[in-house]
């Protein structure tokens, strides 16, 4: 494939400077809505720098991060999916530009939460998972939605996503042994309970994400971020939660059938057309529904936890 360099040219330096920089590693496409959230929320957690590939949007995004001080913006030469669904071209930015950092490699519509994060910021999650000899957190998705149908579900972009979405599916989450490491692959959630998947694909969308990694080049994400290359993970489930449900997306829905753009020719997004064009609206909220309401709601729930030394380690801190 080559050396990274021939696929993406940065704006800046190829290789920022910054030892000891937590890093945050994004490939974005007209994600202008999201995008100001996202980067409060992991910059308030300890993210010091963002690596973001643009995939040729349209919308705006471009010159918001063009604008951000803590951006190292990378445009790419060639269209994301052209390359194994991105896989590869993913793999090779993080070699490039995250190699010895901690990373969190994230969807434009993900927030990363931890145990007690509230408390305890990334910088110190990482030394902790340092000291154990840990390169990685495991995460659950948590589809997150609005109280009403989802065309209400209209964001303002300088607010939080958690103002306009709040509300989650506390289970069932169902847990499915898998071959790529971490060999695990959880499902549930609002996808597995509104929408048919079965005409496309055997299970509803896998929830299994390996977002927070030590990256060593040579490292490899080997299904988007749902699986990696064996590596040391620490005795923790953290959380993305996960704001795809905003008003756009019936339109985001069309243009990835359209396209293609995803995974099996976007035969997830599929299952979620048919639905949708049965002109019957989409309301995500039921009576199971519960509004969040902090990382405590979740370790209770048992949809999060961390070990008894990281339990120590947040009791100490305090």
Same mark, same amino acid.
């Given at each position: 494939?080559?050396?990274?360099?021939?696929?993406?040219?940065?704006?800046?330096?190829?290789?920022?400077?910054?030892?000891?920089?937590?890093?945050?590693?994004?490939?974005?496409?007209?994600?202008?809505?999201?995008?100001?959230?996202?980067?409060?929320?992991?910059?308030?957690?300890?993210?010091?720098?963002?690596?973001?590939?643009?995939?040729?949007?349209?919308?705006?995004?471009?010159?918001?991060?063009?604008?951000?001080?803590?951006?190292?913006?990378?445009? /790419?030469?060639?269209?994301?999916?052209?390359?194994? #669904?991105?896989?590869?071209?993913?793999?090779?930015?993080?070699?490039? $530009?995250?190699?010895?950092?901690?990373? @969190?490699?994230?969807?434009?519509? &993900?927030? $990363? @939460?931890?145990?007690?994060?509230?408390?305890? !910021?990334? #910088?110190?999650?990482?030394? %902790?998972?340092?000291?154990? !000899?840990?390169?990685?957190?495991?995460?659950?998705?948590?589809?997150?939605?609005?109280?009403?149908?989802?065309?209400?579900?209209?964001?303002?972009?300088?607010?939080?996503?958690?103002?306009?979405?709040?509300?989650?599916?506390?289970?069932?989450?169902? /847990?499915?042994?898998?071959?790529?490491?971490?060999?695990?692959?959880?499902?549930?959630?609002?996808?597995?309970?509104?929408?048919? $998947?079965?005409?496309?694909?055997?299970?509803?969308?896998?929830?299994?994400?390996?977002?927070?990694?030590?990256?060593?080049?040579?490292?490899?994400?080997?299904?988007?971020? %749902?699986?990696?290359?064996? @590596?040391?993970?620490?005795?923790?489930? /953290?959380?993305?939660?996960? $704001?795809?449900?905003?008003?756009?997306?019936?339109?985001?829905?069309?243009?990835?059938?359209?396209?293609?753009?995803?995974?099996? !020719?976007?035969?997830?997004?599929?299952?979620?057309?048919?639905?949708?064009?049965?002109? &019957?609206?989409? #309301?995500?909220?039921? &009576?199971?529904?519960?509004?969040?309401?902090?990382?405590?709601?979740?370790?209770?729930?048992?949809?999060?936890?961390?070990?008894?030394?990281?339990?120590?380690?947040?009791?100490?801190? #305090?």
């Amino acid at each position: 494939m080559g050396d990274v360099g021939d696929q993406v040219r940065g704006f800046g330096p190829s290789a920022p400077q910054g030892a000891g920089e937590i890093r945050a590693c994004l490939v974005v496409r007209d994600e202008a809505l999201r995008l100001p959230s996202l980067l409060a929320h992991h910059r308030a957690l300890g993210v010091d720098r963002f690596i973001v590939v643009d995939d040729g949007s349209t919308d705006g995004t471009l010159a918001f991060l063009q604008a951000q001080p803590d951006v190292h913006l990378v445009q /790419a030469e060639f269209r994301y999916e052209a390359r194994h #669904r991105g896989v590869d071209w993913l793999n090779h930015i993080l070699d490039a $530009f995250c190699d010895g950092h901690w990373t @969190l490699t994230l969807d434009a519509d &993900e927030l $990363f @939460l931890f145990p007690s994060c509230e408390q305890v !910021g990334l #910088r110190a999650l990482c030394g %902790h998972l340092d000291r154990h !000899g840990a390169r990685g957190v495991m995460a659950l998705m948590i589809d997150m939605y609005g109280p009403g149908d989802v065309s209400e579900a209209v964001h303002a972009p300088m607010s939080p996503l958690l103002q306009t979405c709040p509300w989650f599916d506390p289970g069932p989450y169902h /847990a499915v042994r898998a071959g790529p490491f971490p060999h695990v692959q959880f499902s549930g959630g609002p996808r597995a309970r509104m929408f048919d $998947f079965s005409a496309y694909q055997p299970r509803p969308p896998v929830l299994t994400k390996v977002p927070l990694v030590k990256w060593a080049r040579g490292t490899r994400y080997v299904m988007s971020t %749902h699986a990696t290359t064996p @590596l040391p993970l620490y005795p923790m489930l /953290a959380a993305l939660l996960h $704001f795809k449900f905003l008003s756009d997306f019936p339109d985001r829905v069309a243009r990835a059938v359209a396209e293609g753009q995803y995974y099996g !020719g976007s035969r997830e997004y599929r299952a979620y057309k048919d639905l949708l064009d049965r002109g &019957e609206g989409l #309301r995500l909220r039921d &009576e199971r529904s519960v509004r969040f309401a902090g990382t405590r709601q979740l370790v209770d729930l048992e949809i999060m936890y961390a070990d008894a030394a990281y339990d120590a380690f947040v009791a100490q801190a #305090r």
